[in-house]
Every structure is written in structure tokens, then in C-alpha cells.
């Protein structure tokens, strides 16, 4: 029940992010190729204030740094399946319109 897009940087999804305009969650792996997926996070949650932020991260909760008392954001253990993606949605208020 969710449309998704996917970018292969921390550029290209802050270039889409801007296109779309109506992200709810934007998921966020902390080492991206072009610079630190929390510098991504910072800049999307300036542009869109009230976008939920998911940080995946092997390295555990600490990855959140500055995001750890971001109500609006929450941590992602990789690796991840399809329950636990399920799973932050839920925790971050977005649940699925499909029955």
C-alpha cells in the first residue's frame, strides 16, 4: 500500500525529495556514496520539517546521533526485511491503506 522511490545518493534523493514535495518518510542508510546519510537526514528535515526519518545502519542505535530524540525519527537494524521496514513505519505513525 505504499509507492516508493529509490535514489543511489544522498543527492539524487534530496534532488527527489524536492521534486515529489509530499514525502512522508524518507529512508536513509547512514554510508552513501556521495556523503553521510545524517547530513542527508539534517537537510531533508530543514527543507520538510515534518518528515519522518528512518536511519538504517549496521552499526546500531548510536547511527541516529543528533536524530536520537528526533521524535520524528527512528532506527533501522540492517540488515532489515519487509516486517521490520513494517514495523519503524508503524512506530512512526504511517500505517499501510491496504487491507
Given at each position: ?5 529509490q ?9 527527489m ?5 509530499n ?14 546519510g ?7 528535515r530543514t527543507?520538510f ?6 536511519i538504517?545502519?549496521?552499526?546500531g542505535?548510536q ?5 536520537a530524540?528526533?521524535?520524528r525519527?527512528?532506527y ?17 505513525g504511517?500505517?499501510?491503506?491496504v487491507?
Amino acid at each position: 500500500g505504499f509507492e516508493f522511490v529509490q535514489a543511489v545518493s544522498g543527492r539524487e534523493g534530496l534532488e527527489m525529495a524536492e521534486r515529489l514535495g509530499n514525502v512522508e518518510v524518507a529512508f536513509i542508510d547512514v554510508g552513501l556514496p556521495d556523503r553521510s546519510g545524517l547530513d542527508v537526514a539534517a537537510d531533508l528535515r530543514t527543507k520538510f520539517p515534518e518528515i519522518r526519518i528512518v536511519i538504517a545502519s549496521g552499526y546500531g542505535e548510536q547511527a541516529l546521533g543528533k536524530f536520537a530524540r528526533d521524535v520524528r525519527a527512528t532506527y533501522l537494524a540492517k540488515p532489515f526485511d519487509t516486517d521490520a521496514i513494517v514495523g519503524v513505519l508503524y512506530k512512526l505513525g504511517i500505517e499501510s491503506t491496504v487491507e
